[in-house]
T-cell receptor, first 112, second 115 residues
Framework: AQSVTQPDIHITVSEGASLELRCNYSYGATPYLFWYVQSPGQGLQLLLK??????LVQGIKGFEAEFKRSQSSFNLRKPSVHWSDAAEYFCAVGLSGYALNFGKGTSLLVTP | DGGITQSPKYLFRKEGQNVTLSCEQN?????MYWYRQDPGQGLRLIYY???????QKGDIAEGYSVSREKKESFPLTVTSAQKNPTAFYLC??????????????FGQGTRLTVV
């Protein structure tokens, strides 16, 4: 069955530290891959997406993600976290013709 | 500016009542989606529509109904058959269901509380 897994429910990092959020998927074919961010009580904002080509994708707000086909992973990274990055992060996976399938999310807490 | 508007932002209803959540988009998108979000559960697909007058069930359609009479509107009705309706509901749209090579736009959500 197709699935998206975000292994970390909560992550706490200090402001200025680096960040990596994990995402693994199980699909028969290589899907489209997305990372979204959600502030409390708000909708979702797209951070970045991958369809093909360069496996390192740059997004907004200083985020990047790397697609690793051999590991079926699409991990999100940021070199230096800011307090305003505290939010819920969702990995989403899709195939053409089908709705996006979301992971359960990772809640990021940033400490001073 | 183009976007998706969900209304109301907060909705309270008594148990056993049907309630309709509004989703309107002025992006000229063909595909529209309803997701339900619960803490720790991510987003689960309720219904989606690819064109006017056509829609399909998602993973958790029981207790919900939709209509797509106009391209820009995709209202969701939470019926009394939905056993646990209290949740955050998100509406999204894409130019077409096959057009994932673009950004899915999301509304700001409606938080439904059934008392």
């Amino acid at each position: 069955a197709q699935s998206v897994t975000q292994p970390d429910i909560h992550i706490t990092v200090s402001e200025g530290a680096s960040l990596e959020l994990r995402c693994n998927y199980s699909y028969g074919a290589t899907p489209y891959l997305f990372w979204y961010v959600q502030s409390p009580g708000q909708g979702l904002q797209l951070l970045l997406k991958y369809f093909s080509g360069d496996t390192l994708v740059q997004g907004i707000k200083g985020f990047e993600a790397e697609f690793k086909r051999s590991q079926s992973s699409f991990n999100l990274r940021k070199p230096s976290v800011h307090w305003s990055d505290a939010a819920e992060y969702f990995c989403a996976v899709g195939l053409s013709g089908y709705a996006l399938n979301f992971g359960k999310g990772t809640s990021l807490l940033v400490t001073p | 500016d183009g976007g998706i508007t969900q209304s109301p932002k907060y909705l309270f209803r008594k148990e056993g009542q049907n309630v309709t959540l509004s989703c309107e988009q002025n992006l000229n998108h063909d595909a529209m989606y309803w997701y339900r979000q619960d803490p720790g559960q991510g987003l689960r697909l309720i219904y989606y529509s690819q064109i006017v007058n056509d829609f399909q069930k998602g993973d958790i359609a029981e207790g919900y109904s939709v209509s797509r009479e106009k391209k820009e509107s995709f209202p969701l009705t939470v019926t009394s058959a939905q056993k646990n309706p209290t949740a955050f509901y998100l509406c999204a749209s894409l130019p077409s269901r096959r057009d994932l090579n673009t950004e899915a736009f999301f509304g700001q959500g409606t938080r439904l509380t059934v008392v």
